[in-house]
């Protein structure tokens, strides 16, 4: 149990010591201590545990200066690595204490070591000279003392307590005095009268002995030579002279102006000053005396941070035979100035610093120094700018460089942090250190598009592989983390309908370059398939975890006229020419047979057919008009240039044959336009023929009868009608009414019966998708017979009788407008198309009258809503 007790007693014990002393370690070493001896277990004393010093690096933090000891990374001792001289690194300094500062990593802090090196008696006592000659006058009353320069130590404590010996002498004893800051004072004391014939020369031997274990001595010899006459010494009015001077002195200045007098006369009255010697040893250069007038000056600058106290040795040397001199001494006390400006320096630093790194963050540590004393060493310490970095004193004169804010690689990259230090000095100095901190970068940014959306425009029956656009997304990040790579995300919104009913993915239609962000086709468009391709494409950068954004694109595809007019069969149960062949396709042109019958007499501006004929093209391709091309000239009929109305021009008579052939060529607008080329055959019959061919039209579905049935039909009907005549004849003025109205009835017939009704203008506009509707709540769309309804509005006049008069020219509608834009709805404007043979005309109006065409013929159009 004791064993167990005794680890957790010293736990305990090294715990509450280091809470007692704040966290710092000290240890003692003495001087000359050989290298790898054992200072002290500083991992242990740290609290770190076996292995662990090596793990977190544990080593010393070097301040500019050799510290002469290390860290042992196995073992976490710290150990001597090379020769200790407390006099070399302390001076007369006691104690001689080392301040270090250990750092380890993960996490990083730092402790602070304070190493103490002890003296031991390593120096033995020195004398300025080994020898020293006097000169003193047999004359000379007993009594007479002759001060000696003492030996200097730089040991200190015991070691440098200094005892003095003389040699044993007759003539000469020696006194030591103590002052009160334990300087010793020597004098040489004449105990009897000198007598040079009897002894002319005294050697004495002068021992300085230090208070060391064991003692170490050094000695100076003294040669005194004994004089005859003089017997006066000059002497000082005082044995002390204190100084005090600023380090700010200039060379030059006066130090001290000393005053001394001889009682002799004639030469022996002369004497002259000398500066005998100074302590510090080595310092006498600075100070250079009058030999005549006693003044002392200053020959260099001083320093308080060097020397605080010089002590000066004068002597006044008479003329006299043999010369006596007298003796006195300077103490010139230093005073500091502000002088010396703060140090900073930097001795840790981890760089660079991720952008995501949280406050509190250490990216250095600092050392602040200043050489002064009192005030003027005082140091206050700031960091600019102020912000995203703060300053955190750790230690007397250690500072952590913090984070105190969130960094953002893409507003700032790098930092120039400047830590400037200032002392308490009047006036204060400034001192101040560059810290350069590059911020790294963290994914943090998406790819973002220049726009939300993007519009394009791409013709139709483009090549395969053609460049549609080019989309460009900015990521701020660099390196991998702004490297954006493009694709068309199939997760999106986008996509259409095929022509079979099935569902196709937007990526069948265009491809992304995954590095330009340049899209392209992958087969030609096709506007009959697919007027709108609405995407989404995707940007991901390369960074960890990667980020993305979209922008959806919405691909327009502008139609070309690749499609010609067809013509369009008869259509069951409604009026018009049937279809005797199918349509004959050539390059740019249709053509197909049709026929139709027309009664004798029919007045000008009968309607005797209807072409219909329908473009799969869109708009102004899709836009269709009626030509005649034969007969050419005055013929008994016309077509409507855009309802593609076969009308008479003319009252019909015998003389037109009982069968006209009419050429009428269907073009579109678009450029090159396409044409179909229809054939109408027109038979002239009788008005009751008409009638009968009209109604076994209308009983039959599909295309009409044959040339030949349509023969056998009319001879058979003209055979009732002679019968119907010959009754009427006989039957009197009620048969000759009746034959009125069967007249009436058999001419008007044919003829188209329209409804119209007044109504306000409605503005046609053309929606983002190209396809034409009234600006109207609810859509219309035009179906023509049992053919499928298209999404484009076409237009059609409607056959009013001709009002008496002129004749009134046929009007031509607006042709459609170009789309303006592609976003929104764009309303149709008045556009004029070069090659048209007709003038630009106002904005189009409908009037949203319910049109209803009746033919006798089984043509039919119908408003589906």
Avoid at 402 to 411: G, N, Y
Wanted: hydrophobic letters at 40%; charged letters at 20%.
């Amino acid at each position: 149990m004791g064993e167990w007790w005794g680890p957790v007693l010293r736990m305990l014990v090294l715990q509450a010591a280091w809470a007692l002393v704040g966290g710092q370690v000290r240890y003692s070493v003495p001087e000359e201590a050989k290298a790898g001896t054992v200072v002290g277990r500083l991992a242990q004393d740290l609290g770190l545990e076996a292995g662990e010093a090596e793990a977190r690096r544990l080593r010393l933090v070097s301040q500019g200066r050799r510290a002469s000891v290390e860290v042992n990374g196995a073992s976490g001792a710290l150990v001597v690595s090379s020769r200790l001289d407390r006099e070399e690194l302390c001076g007369k300094s006691a104690p001689c204490a080392l301040r270090l500062e250990v750092l380890v990593e993960r996490p990083l802090r730092v402790f602070h070591v304070e190493l103490e090196v002890t003296d031991i008696n390593d120096n033995a006592p020195l004398f300025p000279t080994a020898r020293k000659n006097l000169s003193l006058s047999e004359n000379i009353p007993s009594r007479s003392r002759f001060p000696l320069e003492g030996a200097s130590d730089p040991d200190i404590g015991d070691n440098a307590q200094l005892s003095y010996t003389l040699s044993p002498s007759e003539h000469f004893i020696l006194d030591v005095k103590s002052s009160d800051d334990n300087r010793k004072s020597l004098f040489l004391v004449l105990e009897k009268s000198l007598d040079r014939e009897t002894l002319p020369v005294h050697r004495l031997v002068l021992t300085a002995s230090d208070g060391g274990r064991p003692s170490l001595t050094g000695t100076m010899e003294l040669v005194i030579s004994v004089l005859d006459a003089n017997d006066n010494a000059p002497q000082f009015n005082q044995s002390v002279y204190k100084v005090q001077l600023t380090e700010s002195a200039a060379e030059g200045t006066v130090v001290v102006r000393l005053n001394a007098t001889d009682p002799d006369e004639g030469l022996n009255k002369e004497f002259s000053y000398s500066i005998v010697s100074s302590v510090p040893a080595g310092n006498s250069d600075l100070f250079r005396i009058d030999p005549k007038r006693g003044e002392i000056r200053l020959t260099g600058g001083l320093d308080f941070e060097d020397v605080r106290l010089h002590e000066i040795q004068i002597e006044a040397t008479d003329e006299g035979m043999p010369p006596l001199s007298g003796h006195c001494s300077v103490e010139l006390e230093v005073l500091d100035v502000n002088d010396n400006a703060p140090e900073v320096w930097v001795t840790s630093l981890s760089v660079p610093v991720p952008e995501d790194a949280s406050v509190g963050t250490v990216v250095a540590l600092l050392s602040v120094s200043d050489r002064d004393s009192g005030a003027n060493g005082r140091v206050r310490c700031a960091v600019w700018p102020a912000a995203p970095f703060g300053l955190v004193s750790t230690f007397a004169g250690s500072y952590s460089l913090v984070l105190r804010e969130a960094l953002d690689r893409e507003r700032v990259s790098e930092y120039e942090v400047e830590v400037r230090a200032e002392d308490g000095g009047s006036p204060s100095l400034r001192g101040r250190r560059g810290v350069r901190v590059p911020v790294s970068d963290v994914n943090d940014n998406a790819p973002a598009f220049a726009q939300a959306v993007y519009t394009v425009l791409a013709r139709e029956n483009n090549a395969a592989g053609a460049e549609l656009a080019r989309l460009w997304a900015r990521d701020p990040d660099e390196a991998d983390n702004g490297r954006v790579r493009y694709s068309v995300w199939e997760g999106g919104v986008g996509g259409v309908a095929s022509a079979g009913g099935g569902w196709r993915p937007a990526s069948s239609y265009v491809s992304v370059d995954a590095e330009s962000g340049r899209l392209w086709a992958l087969q030609p468009l096709d506007y009959e398939e697919v007027q709108v391709l609405q995407f989404e494409v995707r940007a991901v950068d390369a960074g960890e975890p990667p980020l993305c954004g979209n922008a959806t694109v919405q691909l327009f595809v502008v139609d070309e006229n690749d499609n010609a007019p067809a013509l369009l069969p008869a259509g069951s149960g409604g009026p018009g020419p049937g279809v005797l062949g199918e349509a004959a396709s050539v390059p740019g042109s249709v053509s197909g047979a049709l026929w139709a019958w027309a009664a004798w007499g029919a007045p000008a501006g009968q309607v005797v057919a209807k072409i219909r004929a329908v473009d799969a093209d869109s708009g102004y391709n899709a836009w269709l008009r009626y030509e005649l091309w034969e007969p050419r000239g005055k013929g008994p009929f016309r077509v409507g240039l855009y309802s593609g109305e076969v009308s008479t021009t003319r009252a019909l008579e015998e003389a037109d044959g009982p069968r006209q052939r009419l050429v009428i060529v269907v073009r579109d607008h678009g450029e090159p336009a396409r044409s179909a080329t229809a054939t109408l055959s027109v038979s002239l019959v009788e008005g009751s023929e008409a009638a009968l061919a009209a109604a076994g039209s209308s009983s039959s579905s599909g295309a009409g009868l044959r040339p030949s049935e349509r023969g056998a039909a009319a001879t058979g009907a003209a055979a009732t009608t002679n019968v119907w005549l010959v009754v009427g004849i006989c039957a009197v003025s009620s048969l000759f009414l009746l034959a009125v109205v069967l007249y009436g009835a058999s001419r008007w017939a044919p003829r188209a019966g329209v409804l119209s009704g007044p109504g306000p203008a409605t503005l046609v506009c053309a929606s983002e998708v190209g396809s034409w509707s009234y600006s109207q709540r609810q859509s219309r769309s035009l179906c023509v017979a049992d053919g499928a309804g298209k999404s484009d509005l076409m237009v059609f006049s409607p056959n009013f009788p001709p009002p008496p008069g002129p004749a009134v020219k046929e009007t031509q509608p607006e042709p459609p407008a170009l789309l303006d834009t592609v976003s929104g709805y764009s309303c149709l404007a008045s556009r004029h198309f070069p090659g048209s043979p007709f003038p630009p005309l106002p904005p189009v109006t409908l009037i949203p009258s319910l049109v209803l065409l009746s033919h006798s013929v089984g043509m039919r159009f119908g408003v589906a809503g």
